[in-house]
T-cell receptor, first 112, second 115 residues
Framework: DQQVKQNSPSLSVQEGRISILNCDYT??????FLWYKKYPAEGPTFLIS?????DKNEDGRFTVFLNKSAKHLSLHIVPSQPGDSAVYFC???????????FGKGTRLSVIA | DVKVTQSSRYLVKRTGEKVFLECVQD?????MFWYRQDPGLGLRLIYF???????EKGDIPEGYSVSREKKERFSLILESASTNQTSMYLC??????????????FGPGTRLLVL
């Protein structure tokens, strides 16, 4: 019973183009969403987050969009760079002291 | 700068051995977590702790135990290692209050091979 789903295991994008990574969730109690990036042989690092009171959050080349009615969020990377090649994990939580629930990850490859 | 360190980057153990994985954070974080990462399965929560001496089961606690005797240190114990515990183990820590606690800081991971 996956509460956070990343249905694309992998994505390949040309350098300079937009990368769009998708994430769906089933638990309507989730009110805070995060994206983590992971390089091989390293731990995940926090990238960007969004609260359920917003529908968009931007940080440089990274923008996260939240569609609460569809229980869907997406991460946009513009322009994509070879250094963005990594596994991206979507995560969600509800208010209070509950652990993050992670998706299975999407491997992004940015081709020069 | 938050730092989470794990005692070993690579570990090879034999079936039936008792294995200790250590994690230390230097940011005075209350919350600490242990995950394992497997291909196609993502990050799965094994155990977590919100305070010294406290522990809570995650999604896959079977075959594992934990110890939190000091705030900065969270140990994962495999009582009797089995081959299906071959995995990448990731430790994380975070602050406790409502928004900051969701941003977890991860260590570099320990890749464990059980033969």
């Amino acid at each position: 019973d996956q509460q956070v789903k990343q249905n694309s295991p992998s994505l390949s994008v040309q350098e300079g183009r937009i990368s769009i990574l998708n994430c769906d969730y089933t638990n309507s109690m989730f009110d805070y969403f995060l994206w983590y990036k992971k390089y091989p042989a390293e731990g995940p690092t926090f990238l960007i987050s969004i609260s359920s009171i917003k529908d968009k959050n931007e940080d440089g080349r990274f923008t996260v969009f939240l569609n609460k009615s569809a229980k869907h969020l997406s991460l946009h990377i513009v322009p994509s760079q070879p250094g963005d090649s990594a596994v991206y994990f979507c995560a969600a939580t509800n208010s209070g002291n509950t652990p993050l629930v992670f998706g299975k990850g999407t491997r992004l490859s940015v081709i020069a | 700068d938050v730092k989470v360190t794990q005692s070993s980057r690579y570990l090879v153990k034999r079936t039936g051995e008792k294995v200790f994985l250590e994690c230390v954070q230097d940011m005075d974080h209350e919350n600490m977590f242990w995950y394992r990462q497997d291909p196609g399965l993502g990050l799965r929560l094994i155990y977590f702790s919100y305070d010294v001496k406290m522990k809570e089961k995650g999604d896959i606690p079977e075959g594992y135990s934990v110890s939190r005797e000091k705030k900065e240190r969270f140990s994962l114990i495999l009582e009797s290692a089995s081959t299906n515990q071959t995995s990448m183990y990731l430790c994380a820590s975070s602050l406790p209050h409502r928004r900051a606690q969701e941003t977890q800081y991860f260590g570099p991971g320990t890749r464990l091979l059980v033969l």
